[in-house]
């Protein structure tokens, strides 16, 4: 049993995925023997509706000095970050001389769009080496976690914020109650706080297992997020699904009574009422097409090698380390990993120790078959490598189902 991290009700774990390493924690041979496990296992809070992982990782063990994702890294999300910008200017940006804050500005892919404008602006980033990018980049990031104790700094030494963003990163943090404090304390009268993360509702849908790992605590839902910040005095405003990392949603928030409630809302909660997501039952039928899903894999990819085909695996994402975990697949299934960022390259995968290797080793010997572990980033990859599939190649897909073409 553990208590909800939003509303404290006692939960049960409805599933367990087994013994998980640091979804991030790429490493080399002379640290396995001191590689961090923890048993992910998920819980749903039929209270306030929060979707969330019992046991976490000590944040420090996640992100730090050496963090291993950049945003840059990928021009789909570059781009995505350049549009969230500017509709958010369009939209929220009516105050005098307005100050963006960003909770997680990661390498400053996202803040850069206001940094040029010459808009005040502060990035708050845990990890050092990221942050320390962003500031080649003209993005101003103060190293902290966020919380009610730096938001009270940051409006102290710079006034209010107009807008407070983020992406891919509020269900990164255990203490949601104390990131909502933080907000309502440094958000202006009319200032808006605008956020998207993975959707309950995408992943439940598609049966995409791999969005939980331990950078996502808390898989949202327009329910689930109401609850949480409702209880900090915000109130949800307006919801846009995006199709971002497999099916994203972001969220408007403001003060109570500061905003006009777009229609939006009401009409995403019955969506989620329909779908069934504040019913315990549904997460029982997702854990029985987890493992249906977890099955079909392994046995396609063990059925291709033991036809002595070769199998490597496209993009060493995060998500992958479920998978890859979960499924109990190592070396043997998936001879290495095509990964475009540099650090991860020449090391070996959390858990099951398969070879990262730089993209070249990908194209220098096409394998028989790779599984597409990026499947969000699917129309850029599918864009980058018609040689591939030219040359013979075949992908194998797990969402929404296993399939090999
Ligand atoms: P993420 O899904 O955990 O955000 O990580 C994406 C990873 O995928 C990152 O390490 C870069 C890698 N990647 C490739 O190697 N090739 C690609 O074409 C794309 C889009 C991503
Ligand atoms: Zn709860």
């Known amino acids: 049993m553990i208590d909800c991290r939003v509303c404290g009700t006692a939960l049960k774990p409805f599933m367990s995925f087994g013994n ?5 924690g ?3 041979p002379e640290n396995y023997s001191d590689e961090y496990f923890y048993e992910m296992a998920t819980a749903f809070c039929p209270e306030c509706g929060m979707f969330q992982i019992v046991e976490i990782p000590a944040p420090e063990q996640m992100f730090h000095e050496n963090y291993a994702f950049f945003t840059r890294t990928s021009r789909a999300m570059v781009a995505h970050f350049a549009e969230y910008a500017a509709w958010v200017r369009d939209t929220y940006l009516d105050a005098d001389d307005p100050f963006v804050v960003e909770i997680g500005s990661n390498d400053g892919a996202m803040l850069e769009n206001f940094a040029k404008t010459g808009m005040r602006h502060l990035g708050v980033e845990p990890s050092a080496n990221v942050a320390a990018e962003s500031e080649r980049h003209g993005v101003k990031a103060m190293v902290a976690f966020f919380g009610a104790e730096t938001a009270r700094r940051v409006r102290e030494e710079q006034g209010p914020a107009s807008v407070i963003l983020a992406a891919n990163v509020i269900c990164h943090i255990p203490t949601i109650n104390d990131i909502a404090a933080g907000i309502a304390e440094l958000l202006d009268e009319r200032g808006v706080f605008v956020f998207e993360e993975p959707y309950l509702g995408a992943m439940i849908e598609k049966c995409s297992y791999d969005q939980i790992y331990d950078e996502h605590v808390f898989i949202f839902s327009a329910r689930s997020v109401q609850n949480a910040f409702g209880r900090h005095g915000l ?10 990392h497999g099916g994203s949603m972001r969220y408007v928030l403001a003060r ?12 995403l909660l019955a969506v989620e009422d329909g779908q069934g997501l504040g019913r315990a039952e549904t997460y029982e039928v997702f854990r029985g097409r987890c493992e249906e899903n977890r099955d079909a894999l392994v ?3 063990r059925d291709l090698r033991a036809g002595g085909k070769r199998v490597a695996g496209y993009a060493a994402t995060s998500k992958s380390t479920t998978v890859l975990n979960y499924c109990g697949l190592g070396p043997d299934d998936i001879e290495f990993i095509s990964d475009t960022t540099p650090i991860k390259q020449n090391t070996f995968t959390p858990g099951t120790h398969i070879p990262v290797k730089a993209h070249e080793h990908f194209k220098s010997g096409y394998p028989d078959y790779a599984v597409l572990f990026a499947w969000n980033h699917e129309a850029e990859i599918m864009a980058n490598e018609g040689e591939f599939a030219a040359s013979g190649g075949k992908w194998i897909r797990f969402v929404p189902k296993v399939s090999v073409t």
């Open 299 to 301: 046995r396609t990819i």
């Open 235 to 244: 109130e949800l405003v307006n919801v846009l699904p995006q199709k971002t």
């Open 26 to 28: 790429f490493l080399l």
């Open 20 to 24: 998980m390493p640091v979804a991030n």
């Open 256 to 267: 109570k009574g500061a905003r006009e409630v777009s229609p939006a809302v009401a009409e």
